[in-house]
C-alpha cells in the first residue's frame, strides 16, 4: 500500500499533507514515510524469518540517520561501504557486530576503525585485500570475520551501470579462484574465513539470475566442504527491484521461495542487504513549478529540483513517476511535457515526456520513489543547497536533514595566503 496518496484532492504523506510542509519548508524537499519503511522492511524480514538470517539495510540506498534508526528498531543491520556509513549506523544505534563491510576498496584505516568497533563482516573482494586485513588485524591482535564476495559471472538483466556481478565487472573474486583463496584464507593470521558473500546488481525485476548466482555458490560451498574447509556464513546481498513504472518485480516471498529452495539445505547463517527494496518507494522528493515554458516543439515544467538533488534520471534514464500535489479534476486534458530542474545541462531532465495537466508557476508536483539514491547522490553542483530530508510518522513530521544554508556552502572554501586581499573593483564595464 502505499502510504502517498490523495485525500479529497490532495496528496498526503502519511496524514499530513505535503502542501502543508512545502508550506512550511520550502522546496524541494525529499519527504519519507515511516510506515512505508516499516512495511517494506517487515515484508522482507518476515518473509525470509524462518532462513537464519540477517537483514542489513544497505545504507547506500538511504543514509539518514533517523531512516536508518526506524529500520534499526525493527531490528536492521547494517550494509556499509565507507567509514563515514559505518559511523552513521553506529551513531543511528546499530551495533557493530550487525553491521558487514563491503566494497572494493577498503583502505588500511577503514579496516582499522572497524576492527575497532568489533565490525560483524568483511566481504573481501581480492587477495591482496585479503592479505592487508590480515595483517591489519594481526597487528591489532584482533581477528577478521571474513565472507568472500565471489564474482559468479552472471547478467543481472539490469541497467549496465548497477550490474556488478559479471566476469567483466570490478566486484567480487574471479568464481574459478574462490576456492584456491578461501583456503589461504584459512591459513591467515587474524583472519576467521566465516562464508562467501555475493552480490550480482540492483534493480532486478527477475528471480532468474538470482537464482543462478545463489547455485553458483551453493557450488562453491559444496565444494569448500569437500574440501574440509569450514563455510558457516552465505551473505546473498541484496538487488531485489520496485516499481518505477510498468516493472514488475518479485514479491519478497518470491525471492524467499526461492533462497529456501537453493540455500537452506546446505544449514548456514543468511545476510541480506537490501537498500531500494525498504527505501525506494517510501519517498517521494516535492518540487515546485518555478516557470513553464513553451518552446518551439516542447512544453517545459521548470521546476525548482534538479538534477543535483536526484541524479538517477540524468545517469541512468531512470524513470520517476510525476504527480501534481492537486489531483488533477477527473477528465482533466492532458498533454506532454519535460520536467527539467535550473541546472545549466540538457541532461537536467527529471521525467521527460510525460503526460501532465495544465500547470503554472507555484504549482508543488511530486517525483516519486524517491527514498532510494536520491538524497545519498545530491550534490551541490551549480552551487545549490541540496534538498532537505523530511520524515513523516502518522500525523507528525520533523526535518531530519536541514537545507544547507548560503553561508555553509561558501565557508567551505578557503583562500590561500595570497588570495586573501579582495580584487580591487576597477569600476570598467564588462566587455
Ligand atoms: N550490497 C551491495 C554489495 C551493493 O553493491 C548494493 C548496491 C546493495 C547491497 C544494495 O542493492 P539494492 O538492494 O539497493 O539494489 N545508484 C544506483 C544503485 C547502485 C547500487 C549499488 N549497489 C541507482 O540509483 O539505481
Not at 583502505?107 to 572497524?114: G, L, P, S
Not at 565471489?150 to 576456492?179: L, M, W
Amino acid at each position: 500500500m502505499s502510504h502517498f496518496t490523495y485525500r479529497d484532492g490532495a496528496l498526503f504523506a502519511e496524514d499530513i499533507p505535503l502542501a502543508r510542509i512545502a508550506g512550511e519548508v520550502g522546496t524541494p524537499f525529499y519527504c519519507y514515510s515511516t510506515a512505508a519503511l516499516t512495511e517494506n522492511y517487515l515484508a522482507f524480514a518476515d518473509a525470509l524469518a524462518d532462513l537464519n538470517g540477517l537483514v542489513c539495510f544497505a545504507l547506500k540506498a538511504n543514509s539518514n540517520l533517523a531512516v536508518i534508526r526506524t529500520l534499526a528498531r525493527l531490528g536492521a543491520g547494517a550494509d556499509v561501504v565507507s567509514e563515514g556509513e559505518l559511523r552513521q549506523a553506529l551513531a543511528a544505534g546499530i551495533p557493530a557486530h550487525k553491521a558487514v563491510f563491503s566494497g572494493v576498496g577498503k583502505t588500511r584505516t577503514e579496516m582499522e576503525f572497524a576492527l575497532t568497533a568489533g565490525i560483524g563482516q568483511f566481504n573481501v573482494e581480492s587477495a591482496p585485500e585479503l592479505d592487508a586485513l590480515s595483517h591489519v588485524a594481526s597487528g591489532m591482535g584482533k581477528t577478521a570475520i571474513v565472507a568472500l564476495r565471489v564474482n559468479p559471472d552472471v547478467d543481472a538483466q539490469t541497467h549496465h551501470k548497477i550490474a556488478t556481478g559479471r566476469s567483466e565487472d570490478k566486484f567480487g573474486i574471479a568464481y574459478e579462484d574462490s576456492a584456491a583463496l578461501y583456503a589461504r584464507g584459512e591459513t591467515l593470521p587474524g583472519i576467521d574465513m566465516a562464508g562467501l558473500a555475493v552480490h550480482i546488481g540492483s534493480q532486478l525485476i527477475s528471480l532468474g539470475p538470482f537464482r543462478a548466482a545463489f547455485q553458483r555458490v551453493a557450488g562453491l560451498v559444496r565444494e569448500l566442504r569437500s574440501a574440509g574447509l569450514g563455510v558457516r556464513r552465505l551473505d546473498l546481498g541484496g538487488g531485489l527491484g520496485i516499481v518505477y513504472d510498468s516493472e514488475e518485480p518479485p514479491h519478497p516471498t518470491d525471492y524467499a521461495a526461492m533462497v529456501r529452495d537453493e540455500m537452506a539445505d546446505l544449514d548456514c547463517e543468511l545476510v541480506f542487504e537490501p537498500g531500494r527494496l525498504i527505501a525506494g518507494n517510501a519517498g517521494v522528493l516535492v518540487t515546485r513549478v518555478i516557470f513553464v515554458k513553451h518552446g518551439a516543439s516542447k512544453r517545459f515544467v521548470i521546476v525548482d529540483a534538479a538534477m543535483n538533488d536526484l541524479l538517477r534520471p540524468s545517469l541512468y534514464d531512470a524513470h520517476h513517476g510525476v504527480e501534481p500535489v492537486i489531483e488533477p479534476a477527473p477528465g482533466a486534458a492532458l498533454s506532454r511535457a519535460d520536467v527539467v530542474g535550473p541546472i545549466c545541462e540538457t541532461g537536467d531532465v527529471l521525467a521527460g515526456s510525460r503526460d501532465l495537466p495544465a500547470l503554472e508557476d507555484g504549482d508543488l508536483l511530486v517525483l516519486r520513489s524517491a527514498g532510494a539514491y536520491g538524497a545519498v547522490m545530491a550534490s551541490s553542483y551549480n552551487t545549490r543547497p541540496p534538498a532537505p530530508e523530511i520524515l513523516v510518522n502518522g500525523d507528525q513530521y520533523d526535518v531530519i536533514r536541514a537545507r544547507q544554508s548560503y553561508d555553509i556552502l561558501l565557508a567551505r572554501d578557503r583562500m590561500p595566503d595570497w588570495l586573501k586581499e579582495t580584487p580591487r573593483d576597477d569600476h570598467r564595464d564588462p566587455g
